[in-house]
Structure formats: structure tokens, C-alpha cells
């Protein structure tokens, strides 16, 4: 099923400037690997090598955060996800 993901003004060029892009999946996490492999630039940015969320981004589905079920969110057909850059610092 085709899920809309929106794309951070930081992170665009990545995505062929796109504000949005359509990800192919039952999960938020098979999403985000078809993500990867259509736009290859993002391989190990959002996922790790190990399947796991790097700790650059904070994920939400329908405007709530998927805290606790992370990659292993189930979606549905005319879902969103928005991937949150979040801010390091000290």
C-alpha cells in the first residue's frame, strides 16, 4: 500500500528536492526501507545497517508519535508519516 512520507526541508536534496515522497509497506519500518532503496543517498540515514531508527529522528504517523512501536508500526492505505530531525546538542 502507497503511504505518503513527508520530508524535512533539511533533508530534500536527498529526495530530489520532493516535500513529500510515496513509501510501499505494512510498517512504518518497510516504508522506510523501500524509502532506501528508491533513493539510495538515505541508506543507513533513517535505518541502521542493523534495522534500527538512528537517533536522528523522531517519527510520527497521522501526527502521533510512534514511540514504543517505532518501526514495527502498522500503516494503512492514505496514512502519513513525518520523519522529525531532532536536534543534538549540549
Same mark, same amino acid.
Request: charged residues 20%; aromatic residues 10%.
Given at each position: 500500500? $502507497?503511504? =505518503?512520507?513527508?520530508?524535512a526541508h533539511?533533508?530534500? $536534496?536527498?529526495?530530489?528536492? *520532493?516535500? $513529500?515522497?510515496k513509501?510501499?509497506?505494512?510498517?512504518?519500518?518497510?516504508?522506510?526501507?523501500?524509502? $532506501?532503496?528508491?533513493? @539510495?543517498? /538515505?541508506k543507513n540515514?533513517?535505518?541502521d545497517?542493523?534495522g534500527?531508527? /538512528?537517533?536522528?529522528? =523522531?517519527?510520527?504517523?497521522?501526527g *502521533?508519535? /510512534?514511540?514504543g /512501536?517505532?518501526?514495527?508500526? @502498522?500503516?494503512?492505505?492514505? !496514512?502519513? &508519516? !513525518?520523519?522529525?530531525? &531532532?536536534i543534538h546538542?549540549?
Amino acid at each position: 500500500m $502507497s503511504i =505518503e512520507v513527508e520530508i524535512a526541508h533539511v533533508f530534500r $536534496s536527498y529526495f530530489n528536492g *520532493q516535500k $513529500s515522497v510515496k513509501a510501499e509497506g505494512k510498517t512504518v519500518g518497510e516504508c522506510l526501507n523501500d524509502l $532506501s532503496s528508491k533513493y @539510495p543517498m /538515505t541508506k543507513n540515514m533513517i535505518v541502521d545497517s542493523n534495522g534500527n531508527l /538512528t537517533n536522528r529522528f =523522531e517519527i510520527y504517523l497521522n501526527g *502521533q508519535s /510512534t514511540y514504543g /512501536t517505532g518501526l514495527f508500526t @502498522p500503516v494503512k492505505e492514505g !496514512d502519513k &508519516i !513525518d520523519l522529525v530531525y &531532532i536536534i543534538h546538542g549540549g
